[in-house]
T-cell receptor, first 116, second 114 residues
Framework: KAGVTQTPRYLIKTRGQQVTLSCSPI?????VSWYQQTPGQGLQFLFE???????NKGNFPGRFSGRQFSNSRSEMNVSTLELGDSALYLC???????????????FGPGTRLLVL | AQTVTQSQPEMSVQEAETVTLSCTYD???????LFWYKQPPSRQMILVIR??????QNATENRFSVNFQKAAKSFSLKISDSQLGDTAMYFC???????????FGTGTRLKVLA
């Protein structure tokens, strides 16, 4: 079974631009989460989607948005990029995001975004 | 607010020895889940071990075990017989059912020395 894939793997943008990152979950997984990873902050939760619905959102400004398609693929968008948005953006998928069923969250390799 | 704290930014251990990584968390919930994830250099994050808060028995997975102290809100990871392949960033994480949100610590960079 193919793992979680993220495209593109690397991206360089300039301040003020916008960017769209894509995540394809493991086949059959319907829950997709996004995280921002920076050296000083660790991983910070951005949002989680299930069946095209956002079920939770982290403390990020409205410039960060996401969506999920009917095939469970997800995209996140960052508008009006700032230097501080430079980070590794990780996507993770699981069956339904239900911990009581002992689900495992599988991570993708990430998209490394550099904002100049 | 729920928080996860890893107070050791970096650690090193000799191959074949044992090392313990610390994690504390803050929550008012009674039922929650704790995890240790491993992120090797330039490789994907993988789950090492998980612990359900309602289970008193400490979880173990081969050379990896946890010391879960619910009252102290402490969740440390013990790696026995350390191997070079254990060199990685280790993250402690927390979640509760129905929130669909994981809270991660800032990580501990572990280096296993030959």
């Amino acid at each position: 079974k193919a793992g979680v894939t993220q495209t593109p793997r690397y991206l360089i943008k300039t301040r003020g631009q916008q960017v769209t990152l894509s995540c394809s979950p493991i086949s059959g997984h319907r829950s997709v989460s996004w995280y921002q990873q920076t050296p000083g902050q660790g991983l910070q939760f951005l949002f989680e989607y299930f069946s095209e619905t956002q079920r939770n959102k982290g403390n990020f400004p409205g410039r960060f948005s996401g969506r999920q398609f009917s095939n469970s693929r997800s995209e996140m968008n960052v508008s009006t990029l700032e230097l501080g948005d430079s980070a590794l953006y990780l996507c993770a998928s699981s069956l339904e995001g239900q911990q009581r069923f002992q689900e495992t969250q599988y991570f993708g390799p990430g998209t490394r975004l550099l904002v100049l | 607010a729920q928080t996860v704290t890893q107070s050791q930014p970096e650690m090193s251990v000799q191959e074949a020895e044992t090392v313990t990584l610390s994690c504390t968390y803050d929550t008012s919930e009674n039922n929650y889940y704790l995890f240790w994830y491993k992120q090797p250099p330039s490789r994907q994050m993988i789950l090492v071990i998980r612990q359900e808060a309602y289970k008193q028995q400490n979880a173990t997975e081969n050379r990896f075990s946890v010391n879960f102290q619910k009252a102290a809100k402490s969740f440390s990871l013990k790696i026995s017989d350390s191997q070079l392949g254990d060199t990685a960033m280790y993250f402690c994480a927390y979640t509760t059912s129905g929130t669909y949100k994981y809270i991660f610590g800032t990580g501990t960079r572990l280096k296993v020395l030959a």
